[in-house]
């Protein structure tokens, strides 16, 4: 059904699927009253009724750009017309009136009762739901952390702790506490002692890192390399590398250091490695100090070594163990060798 206060708006281009834009007529007219003096010079210049009607056309679809445009329904043109705090200025009293009258009965008739004479029925307050969670808000900063983030950032403490050489209790102390707490109130409560870092974090560090040593090294030729120091408890300690990969820390405070036992534990690294990665040995390096120097440069046969041990004389030991199925596959190793040079 038409409303009466259409008749004050001129109807424009959709606005929506179900709504067109409207202009306010006194607004526009206003805007257009604006333009009047430039329209007044055309005609007394004498320029012809077409130029005229065009500046017409062209000053209307100005002044309904600059006046802006209402959404043809009802309330957006009581809006318009009468406003909940400013009201059009240029809207006729008349149409003032009749959009004052139509918001009255709109809400007069929201307030009725749908039966006559009946009370309206009190509104009923809205019952929580026993079933539904309470929901609780946080502030920025005191967000808890998931299980996934507490795996994350424990780790990230563990890598810390090496790089930074620092003490396994490093994360205990008051002050780092504190400090951490700046970022996030709720992260010193997931940092882990001393006792988790040296236990359950730093044998999953050692298992990640063993099976990327064991895919890096297998099915591979590689080499072996070893060296000893005195840790800081004096007892002698050796480290074995293969392709720059640590793979073993033993110690050989108790052991002989004589040739023979040297070539015992080295074709044992040798076996150890073999089998625990599953590379091909083809080459061992060791320094030339105490025992070993004097009696390694024997002959292998003399100090009864593996059967596959052998040796390359240079300024450092190089037995090489190679494995007898692989005698055949392999060049001699005389055949490479060269001599270092003495030359500088």
């Known amino acids: ?52 009607q065009m500046m017409i056309h062209a000053n209307l679809i100005l002044a309904c750009t600059t006046v802006g445009s209402v959404l043809g329904r009802k309330d957006s043109w009581i809006a318009h017309l009468i406003g909940g705090q400013v009201a059009c200025v240029h809207a006729s009293a008349e149409a003032k009136a009749d959009a004052s009258a139509q918001r009255s009965a709109a809400s007069k008739k929201r307030d009725e009762p749908d039966t006559p004479g009946a009370a309206a029925p009190p509104q009923k307050k809205q019952q929580k739901d026993p079933n539904q969670p309470s929901l609780t808000g946080f502030r920025r900063n005191d967000m808890p952390y998931g299980p996934a983030e507490k795996d994350v950032i424990q780790r990230q403490v563990l890598r810390a702790i090496v790089s930074g050489r620092l003490s ?25 002692t001393g006792k988790v870092v040296g236990g359950r974090l730093l044998n999953a560090a050692a298992a990640d890192v063993e099976a990327i040593t064991i895919k890096a090294l297998k099915g591979k030729i590689s080499g072996l390399l070893t060296d000893g120091w005195k840790c800081k408890k004096k007892n002698a300690v050796n480290a074995i590398c293969a392709n720059s990969y640590l793979i073993e820390l033993i110690e050989v405070t108790a052991l002989n250091k004589d040739g023979p036992s040297l ?7 040798i076996d150890r490695v073999e089998v625990k990665y599953g590379c091909i040995i083809i080459y061992f390096i060791t320094d030339a100090d105490g025992g070993d120097a004097q009696q390694l440069p024997l002959h292998p046969e003399s100090v009864t070594p593996s059967p596959d ?8 030991q190089f037995p090489f163990r190679i494995p007898s199925s692989q005698h055949r596959a392999l060049p001699s190793i005389t055949e490479h060798y060269q001599a270092p040079s003495t030359e500088f």
């Not at 951490?180 to 109130?185: D, L, P, V």
């Not at 041990?309 to 450092?316: L, Q, S, W």
Request: contains cysteine.
């Open 168 to 192: 396994l209790r490093a994360f205990e102390e008051h002050e780092m506490k504190v400090l951490i707490g700046m970022f996030r109130t709720t992260a010193p409560a997931i940092l882990p």
């Open 263 to 269: 070539c015992e534990q080295f074709a044992g690294m």
């Open 309 to 316: 041990v052998y040796r390359v004389p240079t300024v450092h």
């Open 1 to 52: 059904m038409p409303n009466s206060l259409q008749d004050y708006f001129w109807k424009g281009e959709k606005q929506n699927s179900s709504y067109y834009k409207t202009y306010c007529k006194a607004c526009v007219k206003n805007r257009m009253q604006i333009a009047g003096a430039a329209m007044s010079d055309i005609v007394t210049q004498g320029q012809s009724f077409k130029a005229y």
